[in-house]
């Protein structure tokens, strides 16, 4: 199926936007008080609980993590989720122990430390530190008329070549043989 592109002659977008690092547990609050708005254009949660659990070890192991895309609501000023709902659906089924199908979230194919372990089962130490890990946002003020907040959604979207297991291999196994290996590539 080819994709049509329109283009629209000089349209820049009036947009303001402003970073905000938001504590887990204060998305998690957020999350359960309802004070973020999934917009329609969202596919529903579809992240595995691998994938899930990549991301929740992603947080314990205190790596950086994608920041998520928001936008203040004009009328309810609460916050529109642009990108980053199935993060932040993640760290809410996590923290309450399930998924939306009644299953338990327990973490697997993670490291040794966390595997099996729900929320509930982290000492005291490792539940601290998730909570008060931080997820980085930067928040859209749009104007009345903008329709900057749906660009933003497809570009994100739509933009990027994923990487090939080899280039993922290439950066995890660094070291002399892997550049050997790279050296000999380049000849026949």
Same mark, same amino acid.
């Given at each position: 199926?080819? =994709?049509?592109?329109?283009?629209?002659? *000089? &349209?820049?977008? /009036?947009?303001?936007?402003?970073?905000?690092?938001?504590?887990?547990?204060?998305?998690?609050?957020?999350?359960?008080?309802? =004070?973020?708005?999934?917009?329609?254009?969202?596919?529903?949660?579809?992240?595995?609980?691998?994938?899930?659990?990549?991301?929740?070890?992603? &947080?314990?192991?205190?790596?950086?993590?994608?920041?998520?895309?928001?936008?203040?609501?004009?009328?309810?000023?609460?916050?529109? &989720?642009?990108?980053?709902?199935?993060?932040?659906?993640?760290?809410?089924?996590?923290?309450?122990?399930?998924?939306?199908?009644?299953?338990?979230?327990?973490?697997?194919? &993670?490291?040794?430390?966390?595997?099996?372990?729900?929320?509930?089962?982290?000492?005291?130490?490792?539940?601290?530190?998730? #909570? #008060?890990?931080?997820?980085?946002?930067?928040?859209? *003020?749009?104007? $009345?008329?903008?329709?900057?907040?749906?660009?933003?959604?497809?570009?994100?979207?739509?933009?990027?070549?994923?990487?090939?297991?080899? $280039?993922?291999?290439?950066?995890?196994?660094?070291? /002399?043989?892997?550049?050997?290996?790279?050296?000999?590539? $380049?000849?026949?």
């Amino acid at each position: 199926m080819e =994709e049509s592109t329109e283009f629209t002659e *000089n &349209v820049k977008y /009036s947009i303001s936007y402003y970073g905000v690092d938001f504590p887990i547990d204060s998305l998690v609050k957020r999350m359960e008080e309802d =004070e973020f708005i999934i917009p329609d254009f969202q596919r529903k949660y579809v992240w595995d609980s691998k994938d899930a659990s990549r991301f929740i070890e992603s &947080v314990l192991l205190r790596l950086p993590v994608p920041a998520i895309f928001l936008a203040r609501d004009k009328y309810s000023h609460k916050l529109i &989720v642009i990108d980053g709902q199935q993060r932040l659906k993640t760290l809410l089924y996590f923290t309450k122990g399930e998924f939306p199908d009644g299953k338990k979230f327990k973490l697997k194919n &993670v490291v040794p430390t966390y595997e099996g372990k729900t929320y509930d089962d982290l000492d005291l130490a490792d539940q601290r530190d998730f #909570n #008060n890990a931080v997820i980085h946002a930067l928040v859209l *003020n749009e104007t $009345e008329e903008s329709d900057a907040m749906f660009h933003v959604f497809e570009r994100i979207n739509t933009t990027g070549t994923p990487l090939t297991s080899q $280039e993922i291999r290439y950066a995890l196994y660094q070291g /002399s043989l892997n550049n050997l290996l790279s050296e000999l590539s $380049e000849h026949q």
